[in-house]
């Protein structure tokens, strides 16, 4: 898909072949999806982790898509959304738009048009909100994937990025397994605790040289701090 680091998204879909192609598509490169078939299930989805995308279709069992998105802005939230509809009227997709949508794709729709899609949605958000970081001796920028350890520049994978990204967002900040887990894995993946320590073990790897640490804090998690 070529989203620049791992990202959690929510589909609103009740289609479950469609569904199920979006999901596979989505984790081929290594994101996070939870599949939710109703608007019911997305609010619970919502209330229990954040999300760096919605993907939403407009008619779903329990109600229309729209007055979710409707909801969702007049709440704040700002979370990037995009409407799946059958709809192809040029009406339709204004009124998707202007009741807060940050893009539309038209079913049926090509999978390369909706990865697009994604890519323009996030890159637009990461302009807007993700800037280079230092902290400690490191040089952190998330738009090109790459870690700056003094002169040398570091490649992250996917979840490595996305964990520092969590750590960096709150210095000194205490986050539990939990926590991390609910922003590197969808609820469907079955994660051990083991899981979180060797993606933590990487990410020290990848720090060293810097006076940046990642502390384990016995019984509760881990946090980013300087020597």
């Known amino acids: 898909m070529g989203i620049i680091c791992t990202m959690r998204f929510l589909l609103v879909e009740d289609n479950l072949d469609l569904a199920r192609s979006v999901v596979d598509r989505l984790r081929l490169d290594g994101h996070a999806v939870d599949c939710a078939g109703t608007l019911s299930d997305a609010r619970d989805c919502l209330a229990a982790a954040p999300y760096d995308l919605i993907l939403l279709d407009i008619s779903l069992p329990d109600g229309d898509g729209r007055d979710f998105l409707r909801a969702e802005r007049r709440l704040g939230r700002d979370t990037p959304i995009i409407v799946m509809t059958a709809r192809a009227e040029v ?6 738009l202007d009741l807060g ?24 958000r990461g302009a807007a909100l993700q800037t280079v970081q230092h902290f400690a001796g490191l040089t952190f920028n998330p738009l090109n994937a790459t870690l700056g ?22 210095p000194e900040r205490i986050f539990s397994k939990d926590q991390i887990c609910d922003r590197l894995f969808s609820y469907a993946e079955s994660v051990t605790d083991n899981a979180i320590e060797v993606y933590i073990g990487r990410l020290r790897k990848k720090i060293e040289g810097s006076e940046a640490r990642i502390e384990t804090i016995r019984g509760i998690g881990y946090r980013l701090t300087s020597r």
């Open 101 to 124: 949508a940050d893009d539309y794709v038209t079913k049926p729709f090509d999978f390369a048009e909706l990865e697009a899609r994604c890519r323009a949605v996030l890159r637009r």
């Open 149 to 170: 350890v003094g002169n040398e520049l570091r490649e992250l994978r996917n979840r490595e990025l996305r964990l520092l990204e969590i750590l960096l967002a709150a």
């Open 91 to 96: 009406s339709d997709r204004v009124n998707v």
